[in-house]
């Protein structure tokens, strides 16, 4: 397990490392003082027809959207198990692209495993180079 975890870390700290690197090349947002991020809630006796339907079908969502399978296919019907079902087809694909490229970048961030040469080995390799360079040196004064 020790190793599949170093191996996600690598994963995770390369997206991450790739994700800055896009980011920092990104244009900046312009910012404009009525566009914020802290809309203010208005109260329902100022909204629309239109945006009061629009703010109970965003909270309808906000709750069909934490349901589990059971309880989505049990409890919703229609329209709403048809959204909930798209939204988690279309996250089990997103998840399983990523899975898919996690693998592949894994394989190219970790290099293949070479096996340690044992000392008979090394000894081998050294004696193979001394009788190498002696018949090139043999060779040479011939």
Known sequence: TTKTQKNTMKVVALLSTMLVGASAFGVAPRTSRFNTALRPAFPEEDLSADQLEIKKISEKWGEVRLLSREEATSTLDGEWLEAYNRFYEKYDDDMERMEEIATKVE???????????SKNQKKRDAYARKVAIEAARAKAAA
Do not use: A, F, G, W
């Not at 394989?107 to 040469?117: A, G, L, W």
């Open 107 to 117: 394989k190219m961030i970790t290099p293949p495993k070479v096996q340690k040469k």
